[in-house]
């Protein structure tokens, strides 16, 4: 049973370059979660993605964008970026018809670096 | 969303038992408290959810009083291992939404 899994694991970047990251859910799972977490400090919500449509926002400039697409997986693209985009970047799939506390499973991150 | 308010950091040693405490004075009325362990450089990992009294797993046991204005989460002869942030979080009464608000979290610090 695969669990969430992200790609790349680590990369950098530089100020004012767009970057895409991947997300592919737990299998069984319909909905995917973004988190910003930078460093000492819990993650951050950033978006979620259920029916390929953008359900709900965190305080996230438009900067950051998503998409989902039939098979669940998931990108978030961040455009412009800035050094304070540096973080650690979470992916969370749960299965929305399990309500809303279900608990959700996090994959281990992408670390973006801009240099 | 309720807001969460727990301690930065807590030391211990191995083989002690360790309970973490976390305030949520407003929680909803259709809040879970769940909560998460995450090590460096990994994503949080559910550990256990409750709604009142007393849940218990294999890992951890979540201790919540009658008017669920706290919880404890407490572990049983840590070891090594057990070093992370833990963070408890009050999950659901938001609708339909699954949205997770993390705090800063609780650093276990457990030494030999």
């Known amino acids: 049973d695969a669990g969430v899994t992200q790609s790349p694991t680590h990369l950098i970047k530089t100020r004012g370059q767009q970057v895409t990251l991947r997300c592919s859910p737990k299998s069984g799972h319909d909905t995917v979660s973004w988190y910003q977490q930078a460093l000492g400090q819990g993650p951050q919500f950033i978006f979620q993605y259920y029916e390929e449509e953008e359900r709900q926002r965190g305080n996230f400039p438009d900067r950051f964008s998503g998409h989902q697409f039939p098979n669940y997986s998931s990108e978030l693209n961040v455009n412009a970026l800035l050094l304070g985009d540096s973080a650690l970047y979470l992916c969370?799939?749960?299965?929305?018809?399990?309500?809303?506390?279900?608990?959700?499973?996090f994959g281990d991150g992408t670390r973006l670096s801009i240099l | 969303l309720a807001k969460t308010t727990q301690p930065i950091s807590m030391d211990s040693y191995e083989g002690q038992e360790v309970n973490i405490t976390c305030s949520h004075n407003?929680?909803?009325?259709?809040?879970?408290i769940t909560w998460y362990q995450q090590f460096p450089s990994q994503g949080p990992r559910f550990i256990i959810q409750?709604?009142?009294t007393k849940v218990t797993n294999e890992v951890a046991s979540l201790f919540i009083p009658a008017d669920r204005k706290s919880s404890t989460l407490s572990l049983p002869r840590v070891s090594l291992s057990d070093t992370a942030v833990y963070y408890c979080?009050?999950?659901?009464?938001?609708?339909?939404?699954?949205?997770?608000?993390f705090g800063t979290g609780t650093l276990l610090a457990v030494q030999p």
């Open positions: 979080l009050a999950q659901g009464g938001g609708g339909a939404t699954n949205k997770l608000i």
């Open positions: 407003n929680i909803a009325t259709n809040d879970y």
């Open positions: 409750g709604y009142k």
């Open positions: 969370a799939s749960s299965l929305m018809g399990q309500g809303p506390n279900q608990p959700q499973h």
